[in-house]
């Protein structure tokens, strides 16, 4: 069985709300934008990402590495879906003094992302590399396939035992639907199913992965880049 670890809760206010439940995943997301938004001026860089969970993990893997974003004049911001990101960057990259914009999405939203640094004047990224010099990372799939297989399934089944989930997630493998999956699919699903278990596992994964120093190269990177 994987130890529970220590954990301190994320810098953020409204992610730390929806971390244990008190404020649901949307609302804290609106609000978390709305908190950003009101720091931009002042930032040296903005991340800009496509929701609260990425934001948690980015919150986390900075606490875990030691840096404190706050103090770096690093704001997060979530966006509320890939689809926005034009409307963001073309707000900002016209800002005075414009602070450093980097960001992250899922593969399935690189073409969206690479559309909008394009729009907004900011780089046109033929390739995947070309996106991550601009400071824009793409998880493949997304995060939570990123985090799986940074850990390894196993010890992400390992990680449930240790906070009280994997009782629940074997009775999830035993629905018609998923019991002929292979694990990391069943794993990513039971990750995804519900809004409050997602934003928990976000911040857990990730302080796990930094542990083993196998945190995804596309948060890694993100981090490096500000």
């Given at each position: 069985m994987m130890a529970a670890m220590a954990t301190t809760p994320p810098a953020d206010p409204f992610t730390a709300e929806a971390?244990?439940?008190?404020?649901?995943?949307?609302?804290?997301?609106?609000?978390?934008?709305?908190h950003a938004l009101a720091r931009v001026d002042?930032?040296?860089?903005?991340?800009?990402?496509?929701?609260?969970?990425?934001?948690?993990?980015?919150?986390?893997?900075?606490?875990?590495?030691?840096?404190?974003?706050?103090?770096?004049?690093?704001?997060?911001?979530?966006?509320?879906g890939a689809h926005a990101i034009g409307r963001f960057l073309t707000r900002l990259a016209p800002l005075d003094t414009r602070p450093r914009l980097v960001g992250l999405c899922d593969v399935r939203e690189e073409e969206v992302f690479r559309r909008g640094l394009q729009q907004s004047?900011?780089?046109?990224?033929?390739?995947?590399?070309?996106?991550?010099?601009?400071?824009?990372?793409?998880?493949?799939?997304?995060l939570e396939d990123e985090l799986i297989r940074a850990l390894g399934a196993r010890r992400v089944e390992a990680l449930f035992d240790a906070h009280g989930d994997l009782r629940v997630f074997?009775?999830?493998?035993?629905?018609?639907?998923?019991?002929?999956?292979g694990?990391?699919?069943?794993?990513w699903r039971f990750l995804r199913s519900s809004s409050r278990r997602n934003l928990r596992y976000a911040r857990l994964l990730v302080e796990a992965?930094?542990?083993?120093?196998?945190?995804?190269?596309p948060l890694d990177a993100l981090l490096a880049a500000v």
């Open positions: 971390v244990d439940g008190r404020l649901g995943g949307n609302a804290a997301s609106v609000r978390a934008t709305a002042s930032a040296a860089a903005v991340m800009l990402v496509e929701g609260i969970s990425d934001q948690i993990a980015l919150e986390t893997a900075a606490r875990c590495r030691g840096r404190d974003l706050e103090a770096d004049r690093v704001v997060i911001l979530p966006i509320g004047g900011l780089g046109s990224p033929r390739t995947r590399a070309e996106m991550e010099r601009l400071g824009f990372g793409v998880c493949v799939d997304d074997r009775s999830f493998q035993s629905q018609p639907a998923w019991r002929d999956r694990l990391e699919a069943q794993l992965t930094v542990a083993r120093d196998t945190l995804p190269r």
